[in-house]
């Protein structure tokens, strides 16, 4: 029930979200146009910058509507041709605040090849923002920031006709403790305590996983911090 709630909850946070970012998209139209205008007229050079950087800003933050109203567009949960990398691109973009506050430097290293796949793409993005969310908290609680590198890759396997794409998230974090990697999927179980998260966030993203016939699993990386890895099957169709 709790589980349920939960999802119910983010699904009215996602219609809640596509609603604000449709009002948002007008005044951004009108900041934008505005600033186009005023930078046809003889300025100096101060003013100039200045009204290149408030386009460029409002340029930006129109596309992190479009983002937005992206993903509540998909939130019918039907599956449907899924390119993980633009899933990735769109998640770090959407935690571009949360990466500057966390003080948190992203590097990606993005399979070209990587192949389509059928999914339902509200979901595996869901897994991709908690994963990334998670590493972001674990290394500012770690030492106030860190760096973060996300991975895709394909590659031929057993129990994949087509392959399998992979998705890997390592931080430089304190890594995780060897009595709590067997829990961390579990329901409920979490290491933030009572002003932390709700200890559904990976029970969540392992069970979207699973419904993609994949799989996911965590492990500490040799130099320090933790990586985890979601591969799931390169399906022809849903």
Known sequence: NDRLVQMQALAMLGR???GVA??????LATIRGLADIMLTSELDAEVRSELETIRKQAEYSGHMVSTLLAYARRQRGEPEKVNLNE??????????????????RCELRLDERLP??????SQLQQVVL???????QAMANSHGGGTLRVESAWSPGEGASLGWITLRVRDDGAGIPEDVLPRLFQPYFTTRGAAGGTGLGLSISADIVRRHNG??????????????TVQLPVAAEP
């Open 87 to 104: 899933i990735i691109s769109q998640s770090l973009e959407l935690l571009a605040f949360q990466a500057r506050v966390t003080n948190t």
């Open 215 to 228: 799989r996911i699993w965590a492990e500490n990386n040799p130099r320090g911090g933790a990586c985890f």
């Open 16 to 18: 809640l979200t596509a």
């Open 130 to 136: 908690n994963l990334v969310n998670n590493a972001m």
């Open 116 to 121: 389509l796949t059928w999914g339902d793409p």
């Open 22 to 27: 449709h009002d948002l998209n007008n005044p």
